[in-house]
């Protein structure tokens, strides 16, 4: 059974400081691995996906990784602002659906 | 926005109660989704729906009850819930399920309290 792990759980930065999001999986059999925010109390906003067979993606100031033989994934958030404030949860797609790690919470503070 | 509405958006109901949960994409997505998040726990996956078909019923309890009507629509009806049942409901789409490769787009969520 496919299990996701996201280290830290909460991660307080000031702001303008570069960070790194980690996520692992036990299952290394994935057809993508998605990056997700969600700001409280709202649903899920897709950041990046990656497919099994890239080892990055890049949108503007975020920059994900993906060792898929170690289960391993990176979420890299360059210049950090207080807009970036929010939960990041990490989503891996294999023979069933969507599994979620519990999320990293992440304050900006200005 | 997503493409994705989800009403009502907040929702306080007694253990007697019967409610419904309702979920319209914009999108011409095929396949749609029930999760339940709460509190300190990962997301966990409800039930698919695939061209209106369910695919997947994660071993959730017969007092959730989904119904598909077409694509385009999902309801979640509820009743005789418990306490712990209290949760952010979110629903998602995709263009099909039988590809795994594609993204999720998620609607706000409905946030239920059991009393």
């Known amino acids: 059974k496919q299990e996701v792990t996201q280290i830290p759980a909460a991660l307080s930065v000031p702001e303008g400081e570069n960070l790194v999001l980690n996520c692992s999986f036990t299952d290394s059999a994935i057809y993508n691995l998605q990056w997700f925010r969600q700001d409280p109390g709202k649903g899920l906003t897709s950041l990046l996906l990656i497919q099994s067979s890239q080892r990055e993606q890049t949108s503007g100031r975020l920059n994900a990784s993906l060792d898929k033989s170690s289960g391993r994934s990176t979420l890299y958030i360059a210049a950090s602002q207080p807009g970036d404030s929010a939960t990041y949860l990490c989503a891996v797609s294999g023979n069933t659906p969507l599994v979620f790690g519990k999320g990293t919470r992440l304050s900006v503070i200005a | 926005e997503t493409g994705v509405t989800q009403t009502p958006r907040h929702l306080v109901m007694g253990m007697t109660n019967k409610k419904s949960l309702k979920c319209e994409q914009h999108l011409g997505h095929n396949a749609m989704y029930w999760y339940k998040q709460s509190a300190k726990k990962p997301l966990e996956l409800m039930f698919v729906?695939?061209?209106?078909?369910?695919?997947e019923n994660n071993s959730v309890p017969s007092r959730f009850s989904p119904e598909c009507p077409n694509s385009s629509h999902l309801f979640l009806h509820l009743h005789t819930l418990q306490p712990e049942d209290s949760a952010l409901y979110l629903c998602?789409?995709?263009?099909?399920?039988?590809?795994?490769?594609?993204?999720?787009?998620f609607g706000p969520g409905t946030r239920l309290l059991v009393l």
């Open positions: 998602a789409s995709s263009q099909s399920h039988t590809s795994l490769r594609e993204t999720q787009y």
């Open positions: 729906y695939n061209f209106k078909e369910q695919t």
